[in-house]
């Protein structure tokens, strides 16, 4: 193999560590929809951390999401990393709403960025979440969240596509009629994902 095809290859090898590493969104909320005509604002930092000799890396998330239903809503998310950006949307449908517990499935899609040397990748997400209130103001929450990664690299015109897989616990605290404090840990299941935490605001419009 000629120098040229082992620089090629190791530049290739370099960019794909790097996109596996970055997360797109998280999940960042319960089963229960956004209520029928209210507005949604989040925005929060990820931290996801690094393996096999990759650093961490920080990104931040902004959602912005309407209630059309009793049971369905949509959003629209921005997110930011050192190696790309994420643009997507996704709608969530209830499931089940037996109180306490609620259960719901988003579907999605986003597509990144990559900077600099990163390859650019389109997204697919699908999150089946259960939750259910603890009080009067305290929702936990358990997530099962699958994006399918397919990258594009332009510069050696190859491809390749893989899967990230997370086992994602969080919780939701009312802090006021308006302002919701959210947090989660994204525990990685595939080998290409990494785990992850997230903690920040959601404001709502009623």
């Known amino acids: ?28 909320q319960s089963a229960e929809t956004i209520k029928i005509g209210n507005f949604k604002f989040a925005a929060y930092p990820m931290l996801v951390q690094g393996k096999d000799g990759a650093k961490d890396d920080t990104g931040i998330v902004i959602r912005a999401g309407h209630g059309f239903t009793d049971s369905f809503d949509a959003e629209i998310k921005l997110a930011s990393y050192d ?3 994420y643009i997507g949307v996704d709608a969530e449908f209830g499931l089940l709403k037996a ?25 697919f997400d699908l999150t089946l979440t259960g939750s259910g209130s603890v009080g009067n103001n305290l929702e936990l929450a358990l ?10 690299d332009a510069a050696f015109g190859q491809d390749d596509s893989f899967e990230h897989l997370h086992v994602v616990p969080g919780f939701e605290y ?22 992850y935490v997230a903690v920040g605001l959601a404001f709502y419009l009623r």
Do not use: C, Y
């Not at 193999?1 to 960042?28: K, Y």
């Not at 959210?182 to 595939?190: D, K, R």
């Open 99 to 123: 109180a306490p517990i609620e259960l719901s499935i988003a579907i999605g899609g986003n597509v990144g960025s990559g900077k600099k040397r990163f390859s650019d990748s389109t997204n």
């Open 83 to 85: 190696h790309a950006t």
């Open 143 to 152: 997530s099962v969240d699958l994006t399918l990664v397919s990258l594009d």
């Open 1 to 28: 193999m000629s120098i040229s095809r082992i620089a090629a290859s190791l530049f290739w090898a370099a960019g794909l560590s790097g996109l596996a590493q970055a997360q797109d969104f998280g999940v960042m």
């Open 174 to 195: 009312r802090i006021s009629q308006v302002i919701d404090l959210m947090g989660e840990v994204g525990i990685a299941v595939s080998d290409e994902a990494n785990d």
